[in-house]
């Protein structure tokens, strides 16, 4: 079993829908950082959690330490938001990462 | 800032053969860290450094070289090329602020390796 699992693998939404990828760990943890790969294959830091909840535009990151989960959800999708969504974790200076979401969100 | 740049962007190689992929960053940030993408797979960290003079090994390690002579560059050398680091690498970098061994980290836009 991966340290690391993100769900859905794949999620295909309508433009305007409400966003939730979900990422689980079973590890003990002090960050956990969400990026985004571009389609063109760029990577970008979206968040840096390791409690309660961070907000960015219409993207919203929240951690739960006790459940080991966090999500990260997107409000009033947009095309433009369609990419890889990646969920990392660091333990003991180990950075460990999911296989990523992949996000289509169509007009 | 150019922020992390990576040349080349796509390189073939055949088996055997020897290459360096090179990474800059010029936000002065202490760490930095190469990774490799498999197709359907998690980001693996291949090697890292916290500074100049200071490299330690990642996940996968094996079949890879880095130095790091300045703060600046961090290159990935590959000495026998095999077609099992056929990949994507991605080379990034970070700070150590706040007494967080951790932070934010910023990506290059990768180099396409193909091994024949």
Excluded at chain 2, 74 to 100: D, K, M, N
């Amino acid at each position: 079993k991966n340290e690391v699992e993100q769900s859905p693998q794949n999620l295909t939404a309508q433009e305007g829908e409400f966003i939730t990828i979900n990422c689980s760990y079973s590890v003990g943890i002090s960050a956990l950082h969400w990026l985004q790969q571009h389609p063109g294959g760029g990577i970008v830091s979206l968040f840096m959690l390791s409690s309660g909840k961070k907000k960015h535009g219409r993207l919203i990151a929240t951690i739960n330490i006790q459940e080991k989960h966090s999500s990260l959800h997107i409000t009033a999708s947009h095309p433009r938001d369609s990419a890889v969504y990646i969920c990392a974790v660091l333990r003991d200076d180990k950075i460990i990462f999911g296989k990523g979401t992949r996000l289509h969100i169509l007009p | 800032n150019a922020g992390v740049t990576q040349t080349p962007k796509f390189r073939i190689l055949k088996i055997g053969q020897s290459m360096t992929l090179q990474c800059a960053q010029d936000m002065n940030h202490n760490y930095m860290y190469w990774y490799r993408q498999d197709p359907g797979m998690g980001l693996k960290l291949i090697y890292y450094s916290v500074g100049a003079g200071i490299t330690d090994k990642g996940e996968v390690p094996n079949g890879y070289n880095v130095s790091r002579s300045t703060t600046e560059d961090f290159p990935l050398r590959l000495e026998l090329a095999a077609p099992s680091q056929t990949s994507v690498y991605f080379c990034a970098s970070s700070s150590l602020t706040g007494g967080s061994s951790y932070n934010e980290q910023f990506f290059g836009p990768g180099t396409r390796l193909t091994v024949l």
